[in-house]
């Protein structure tokens, strides 16, 4: 069995509850199943591991332990707002040496002028924004056609 390993960052443990207008009125509690679901059909040797955390260290140890682990075939990332501010999560997102793709709810790039630049994306796959929670869907593929035939 492989592992596909999705790491939600800060704030994200809110979606659902916090700006609606900007992120959905879904939770993340509630997609799960769904990508279980779709996996089961179309990836059946894969499991999805979710992560969440709202502390940069916390999740910098999160993905040390996915570059370890030899099980693993890739990852999501949905960085939150660390996606602009943290070298320590672009550090740690080069030391995977599977397919990692970055994920956001919104479409970052026609937000704040802050929102437009990715520190983590020079180290990812792809980067798939403004589709709401399709582009986890997306994503999951993303890394999962990299997989050797």
Not at 82 to 105: C, F, G, N, W
Request: glycine share 10%.
């Amino acid at each position: 069995m492989h592992t596909l390993h999705l790491v939600q960052g800060v704030n994200l443990n809110r979606v659902g509850q916090r700006e609606p207008g900007v992120y959905g009125g879904l939770s993340l509690e509630s997609q799960i199943p769904l990508w279980e679901t779709y996996l089961t059909r179309h990836w059946p040797n894969v499991e999805l591991r979710v992560h969440q955390s709202n502390q940069e260290g916390t999740l910098v140890d999160i993905i040390q332990a996915i570059a370890a682990d030899a099980s693993s075939v890739g990852m999501l990332i949905n960085p939150g707002a660390y996606t602009h501010t943290s070298i320590a999560l672009r550090d740690a997102v080069a030391m995977v040496q599977k397919p990692v793709v970055e994920i956001h709810l919104s479409h970052t790039y026609a937000r704040e002028a802050f929102r437009k630049e990715s520190l983590l994306s020079g180290v990812c796959l792809g980067t798939i924004a403004g589709f709401g929670w399709l582009g986890y869907r997306l994503g999951l593929d993303a890394v999962l056609t990299q997989l050797p035939a």
